[in-house]
């Protein structure tokens, strides 16, 4: 079974810029989650769709952070514009409904100059 | 607020040493508790643990849940250089938000 699918690996950009993120979830799994980690903290939920309907975006700073799952499989998570505090490891992860265990991408690492 | 804790937040052992991870929750609303692992990249799943006093193993992998005190233990026996890798443990609510909230991690280094 192939595992969830991010990219890119690696992006820097300077504050202000934009940046998106792209994610494909494992076949078949309806829930989708994007998850924000900051150095030497564990991952916090930005956002949570199941299929294409968004179930928690509480903690998406909706000011400068969109994200959006057309046709309920791949998703795109953009920032526009940037700061320096967005610097961190964003993970893409998909599960077979609310509360199966989640599994992650490898994850995108941005890097704000 | 709810809050998920790990400690210690860092260790070193050399090869062949049992470890014990701990993490505590106080969490509203309860549903389950997964550990992962993390090395460079995603974290990985190992166990998702739902009921106290039932042990779930995998290999010199262990992990127990007790939800009167509201704690879980992961172990490690016989460690070897590669586990060395951040250990993440993350607690489900019920309801119909099914995000994890989880703790800082514990960094463990396992030495030749």
């Known amino acids: 079974e192939a595992g969830v699918a991010q990219s890119p690996r690696y992006k820097i950009i300077e504050k202000r810029q934009s940046v998106a993120f792209w994610c494909n979830p494992i076949?078949?799994?309806?829930?989708l989650y994007w998850y924000q980690q900051i150095l030497g903290q564990g991952p916090k939920l930005l956002i949570q769709f199941q299929n294409n309907g968004v179930v928690d975006d509480s903690q998406l700073p909706k000011d400068r952070f969109s994200a959006e799952r057309l046709k309920g499989v791949d998703s795109t998570l953009k920032i526009q514009p940037a700061k320096l505090e967005d610097s961190a490891v964003y993970l893409c992860a998909s599960s077979w409904g609310g509360h199966q265990p989640q599994h992650f991408g490898d994850g995108t690492r941005l890097s704000i100059l | 607020e709810d809050k998920v804790v790990q400690s210690p937040l860092s260790l070193v052992v050399h090869e062949g040493d049992t470890v014990t991870l701990n993490c505590s929750y106080e969490v509203t609303n309860f549903r389950s508790l997964l550990w992962y692992k993390q090395e460079k990249k995603a974290p990985t799943f190992l166990f998702m643990l739902?009921?106290?006093?039932i042990e779930k193993k995998s290999g010199r992998l262990s992990s127990i849940l007790d939800k009167k005190e509201l704690f879980s233990i992961l172990n490690i026996t016989a460690t070897q250089t590669g586990d060395s890798a951040i250990y993440l443990c993350?607690?489900?609510?019920?309801?119909?938000?099914?995000?994890?909230?989880f703790g800082k991690g514990i960094t463990l280094s396992v030495r030749p």
């Open positions: 993350a607690v489900h609510y019920t309801g119909a938000n099914s995000k994890l909230t």
């Open positions: 076949s078949g799994h309806a829930t």
């Open positions: 739902t009921s106290s006093g």
